[in-house]
């Protein structure tokens, strides 16, 4: 099978992910190289080629990205394919407000924190946390429930943010916990969980 080249340039996301996932379900190129020409972009990308099996390495060609996905062997990819999430019951978050509830900003601001605070009450059960629209101000630099998301980080939840919504309000680069994701990934997850509760 031939290598493959992708410009994605000017798509916003989730289309540089689509246009991958096309192209790894037509088959397995041992070698596919994607530009993009956002972070936001290079981080989906980068990320989705690595959970396909293929090594990945990044370079910046002046304002773009150019993402180097490659594998040794048809094999390495049937493995990485056949890998399943572990059975077990998930709860997912979807976080898309800084505040909980209407009425007092301030209220609701405690409110969330409170909120998030008290979530590691479900035990594992809580199996991811996804964050979009005004609630990606929740996991940046200096948000007031920052370490709260990090010990549940670091307790094995993941936490996904969105690299669309990260951009709009220019916060890429103030991430502070959580991988920057993709709505390609966001409705994944709902599909994969056994119970969605929105905030929203």
Known sequence: MKDEHLDCRGLACPAPVLKVKDVLDR??????????????GKENVSR???????????????????????RETQETC?????????????I??????NRLGSGDDGLGAKLMENFLGTLKEMGPALWRLVFLNGGVHLTVQDSPVLPTL????????????CGTCLNHFGLLEKKAVG??????DIVTSMQLADRVISLT
Not at 32 to 37: L, P, R
Not at 52 to 69: K, L, M, T
Not at 78 to 90: D, I, L, T
Not at 92 to 97: A, F, Q, W
């Open 48 to 70: 989705f080629l690595s959970r396909a099996g293929y090594q990945v390495q990044v370079q910046e060609d002046g304002p773009n990205y150019v993402v180097v996905g490659s």
């Open 150 to 161: 990090q010990a549940l980080e670091k307790d094995k939840v993941s936490i996904l943010v």
């Open 27 to 40: 088959g397995s190129p041992p070698r596919i190289t994607v530009v993009v020409d956002n972070p936001a």
């Open 92 to 97: 997912l978050v979807l976080v898309g407000t």
């Open 78 to 90: 049937q493995v990485a394919v056949a890998v399943k999430e572990p059975e077990a019951s998930r």
């Open 179 to 184: 991988e920057t994701t993709n709505m390609l």
